[in-house]
């Protein structure tokens, strides 16, 4: 990293959080700001900056950056899964941030996605991570799976954990079936799915959806017999 490099981070959210403690592991300088402070400040610790770095909401990213980083001539990043904007580096770390600090071997193996034909090293300089290149009009499904993937598997297992804890059951005894899930994911993607739908087995899901009446998952569960076993979705309909 070159020495006269000096990041300005945007925001005061998780992602920002979470950068501002890699870069103090990883000993880069940096400087934040955040949108309670004045204007005047950010314009003189712009002055100062090589880098900034756009760690807000998409909702406020291309307004800010029109308006307040047009003039900047050194490096301007966001970091939005979902969005291109005019005038800014798009580099996506590819990584669910929760509201614990990760260490830095986890930090150091998060996967940037960018749309610009550069290197991470090149837009981050001192960070050592991984990047990979997509084209811009790819960006919203990209994004897309990102949701399905990350989050709505969350809503998924936060259900378990919630129903499991109904049937009282603690809520740690469902860690190693999920852990197992996801270690199947990982090491054999194509034969990790089991269950009823892996097996066809159409008694069993129309048992399941039956105990699920009155549930509002239970329209998640037919939609995804609708996608995986459309055989049994007219079967579904019917009861």
Known sequence: MNEKTQYLLVGSGRTHKHFCHYLSLLGIPFRTWNRRESIESFNQLKKEATHILLLISDSALNDFAKEFTRDFKGVVVQMSGALEIPGTI????????SSDLYELSED???????????????????????SYKIKPEQKAYYHALCVLSGNFTTLLWSKMDHGMQQLGLPSY????????????????????L???????????????DEALDNDNFQKIYRSF????????????EDR
């Open 194 to 208: 089991t269950g009823p739908l892996a097996r066809k087995d159409l008694a069993t899901v129309l048992a399941n």
């Open 90 to 97: 798009s580099a996506h770390p590819l990584m669910s941030f």
């Open 173 to 192: 005894v469902v860690h190693p079936y999920l852990k197992r899930v996801s270690q199947n994911l990982i090491q054999n993607p194509e034969k990790a």
């Open 225 to 236: 017999v609708e996608v995986f076993f459309p055989e049994a979705a007219a079967k579904l």
């Open 108 to 130: 150091q193996e998060i996967p940037f996605v960018m749309t610009a034909n550069k290197e991470l090293h090149e837009v981050l300089p001192g960070l050592p991570n991984r």
